[in-house]
């Protein structure tokens, strides 16, 4: 059974940094890609990165590169969302998700090799959010 749990969430304080995890089951981490999305109120749900994302590359959203840093530790199942200098505006429910991007059918090895990483659309798996608010 496939499970994503984000944590790390909280309150920050404007100019500070955090870093959320989302810890994976059911699933071999190096098969799928791990996006990161956040979602403020009434907004659209927004992708800000992506690890593995199908060519193997880590990509970051125009809106927050050079903030932000997605790692993984395959050993521990986990990708990480590190995030600096944070803003009001940063904050949101922070979501991490997953779609495979390598599988294995018979003999033959699938890969993807490009996908719309951005895109909620483009993920089968979903953890339940994890709240940031930065606020003085």
């Known amino acids: 059974q496939v499970q994503l749990v984000e944590s790390g969430g909280g309150l920050v304080q404007p100019g500070g940094s955090l870093r959320l995890s989302c810890a994976t089951s059911?699933?071999?981490?190096?098969?799928?890609?791990i996006g990161w999305f956040r979602q403020a109120p009434g907004k659209e749900r927004e992708g800000i990165g992506c690890v593995n994302c199908g060519d193997g590359a880590t990509n970051y959203a125009d809106s927050v590169k050079g903030r932000v840093t997605i790692s993984r530790d395959n050993t521990e199942n986990t990708v990480y969302l590190e995030m600096n200098s944070l803003e009001p505006d940063d904050t949101a429910i922070y979501y991490c998700?997953?779609?495979?991007?390598?599988?294995?059918?018979?003999?033959?090895?699938?890969?993807?090799?490009?996908?719309?990483?951005?895109?909620?659309?483009?993920?089968?798996?979903w953890g339940q959010g994890t709240q940031v608010t930065v606020s003085s």
């Open positions: 998700a997953a779609t495979e991007v390598r599988s294995t059918v018979g003999p033959a090895v699938r890969v993807t090799t490009s996908f719309d990483w951005w895109a909620a659309s483009e993920y089968e798996y």
């Open positions: 059911g699933f071999t981490l190096d098969n799928y890609a």
